[in-house]
């Protein structure tokens, strides 16, 4: 069974700083790294997710970088705002499955 | 835009009773997913479906059945309540795809509270 490790728990930012979230795989059969953010009362939305053969990727404020040879990927989100304030899931395929497994979530919050 | 409905966003049941968790999709997705989210565990996948009459056991089968009769609809059955199974539930669907690409859509869940 895969296993996906997210890391921090939780996480305080001052707006305009920088949110870090980590997760680490087992193993995959596809280099496929979503991540989903959820809003209190919400179910979790598609935020960004890097597919294979790329190392980063950017949309606007939020990067994914993925390190192959570390097992790793992990979230930025640049000048964090207030409203970024949720729990944010990473989530990888397993290794003889393209069904995801998801971490255990990170809440954020981001204050004035 | 994609809507996936759960009938109910809070629910109470008995220890013992037979309880059912309905999820409605209406984009015409192949697959489905249940699962459940608890504090500290993040989202386990109890079972997913990829066609009607389809179903797949996922991380956490024991205590639940699912049944795809429909390809819209897709029910979570608790065949004998336990206090262990309080929990937020979630639904979720996506377009099929032999990689997992495709994004899954969620709903905003049902927060079940078996006594």
């Known amino acids: 069974q895969q296993q996906v490790k997210q890391s921090p728990q939780s996480l305080i930012v001052q707006k305009g700083g920088i949110s870090i979230i980590n997760c680490a795989y087992e193993?995959?059969?596809?280099?496929?790294f979503p991540w989903y953010q959820q809003f209190p009362g919400k179910g979790p939305a598609l935020l960004i997710a890097?597919?294979?053969?790329?190392s980063e990727k950017k949309e606007g404020r939020f990067t994914i970088s993925f390190n192959k040879s570390a097992k790793q990927f992990s979230l930025h989100i640049m000048d964090s705002q207030p409203g970024d304030s949720a729990t944010y899931f990473c989530?990888?395929?397993?290794?003889?499955?393209?069904?995801?497994?998801f971490g255990k979530g990170t809440k954020l919050s981001v204050i004035p | 835009d994609v809507k996936v409905t759960q009938s109910s966003r809070y629910l109470v049941k008995r220890t013992g009773e037979k309880v059912f968790l309905e999820c409605v999709q209406d984009?015409?997705?192949?697959?489905m997913f249940w699962y459940r989210q608890d504090p500290g565990l993040g989202l386990r996948l109890i079972y997913f479906?990829?066609?009607?009459?389809?179903?797949e056991k996922g991380d956490i089968p024991e205590g639940y059945s699912v049944s795809r009769e429909k390809k819209e609809r897709f029910s979570l059955i608790l065949e004998s309540a336990s206090t262990n199974q309080t929990s937020m539930y979630l639904c979720?669907?996506?377009?099929?795809?032999?990689?997992?690409?495709?994004?899954?859509?969620f709903g905003d869940g049902t927060r079940l509270s078996i006594l």
């Open positions: 979720a669907s996506s377009f099929f795809e032999t990689e997992p690409y495709q994004p899954q859509h």
């Open positions: 193993n995959t059969a596809f280099d496929y």
């Open positions: 890097i597919r294979p053969d790329v």
């Open positions: 989530a990888s395929p397993g290794a003889g499955s393209y069904q995801l497994t």
């Open positions: 984009m015409d997705h192949e697959n």
């Open positions: 479906s990829y066609d009607v009459k389809m179903k």
